[in-house]
């Protein structure tokens, strides 16, 4: 049986799954190429990351597809719920990326604090001449130890970074349709560890007012809105900071450049676009916005752990 991981996988992943005898190719097909592909070389499973998708025309013009898996969290570069009706394995990986998508959060909050991202942009444009004054523009950084962080989305990856935000001295307020208490543990390498537990609240708006920092983790809403626009801006704190590595849209980015122009929030960090893979150029060129390609999970351990959790899978699931 053969499978496609179109957007790459782990090499120990592959050598997992070529152990149970599947064969695995890793070259990616273009999207338009992709139907074609499936069915001249009758690959059993499609494995995505979130540069290809898998819609309904794809499901239907492949017959011979059996799983479809995605390499991370959100599903929304797939028609699941049809996939599944024709009878596909449809699988993911919740929890293998949380904690390299948590560090990146809290290091991007770090850097927009005391503006390391926009210094080191202009450091070797022109440090050289005009030290003192770069030295007086970067000089009104705010730590983030006492400062209150919300968390909008309080699931695995949500849970990850309240647990690196509490373990820097940050308050923390989740927001999440579903309220259940979650003990956060905070682990303290000699010392064992602390537990703190963190019950959601459903609504942002009580709390939008008190929050310093804002850190979104849910999916693209199914009605296309933004969970942050004009009106939320509206009621946040002056100076807030923003860090959204969940997908883009959650935010929207005409609102977020006024807010930033006005003040209202004093620095964004987007990991995600609306247009990716051609995000606008406005935003990449703000000097209050740190923008890193949808990298949140793109570290070498979470890699590991998702193409194995995905191996594990599709041995059980094409191994029966």
Known sequence: ??????????????????????????????????????????????????????RKDLIDACPGLKLIGRGGVGMDNIDVAYAQSKGLHVINTPGASSQSVAEMVIGTMFSLSRSLFHSHRMMPVSGEKDFNALKKKYGNGQELRGKTLGIIGFGRIGQSVAAYAL?????????????????????????????????????????IGQLDYISLHVPKQKNGEAVIGEKEFAKMKNGVIIVNAARGGVVNEDDLLKALESGKV???????????????????????????????????????????????????????
């Open 167 to 207: 373990g820097n001295g940050m308050k923390v307020i989740a927001v999440d349709l579903y309220a259940n208490t979650v003990d956060i543990i905070v682990p303290i390498d000699g010392f064992g560890e602390a537990k703190v537990s963190i019950t959601p609240i459903r609504d942002l708006n009580e709390v």
């Open 266 to 320: 004093r620095a964004a960090g987007l990991d995600v676009f609306e247009n990716e893979p051609t995000p606008r150029k406005d935003l990449l060129v703000n000097e209050k916005i740190a923008s890193t390609p949808h990298i949140g999970a793109a570290t070498d351990e979470a890699q590991d752990r998702i193409g194995l959790e995905l191996a594990e899978q599709i041995i059980k699931l094409l191994k029966k």
């Open 1 to 54: 049986m053969k499978i496609l991981a179109n957007d790459g996988i782990s090499s120990d992943a592959v050598a997992a799954m070529e152990a149970a005898g599947f064969t695995v190719v890793t070259k990616n097909v273009p999207q338009a190429d992709l139907v074609d592909a499936i069915n001249k070389e009758n690959y059993v499973a499609l494995l995505v990351r979130s540069a290809t998708t898998a």
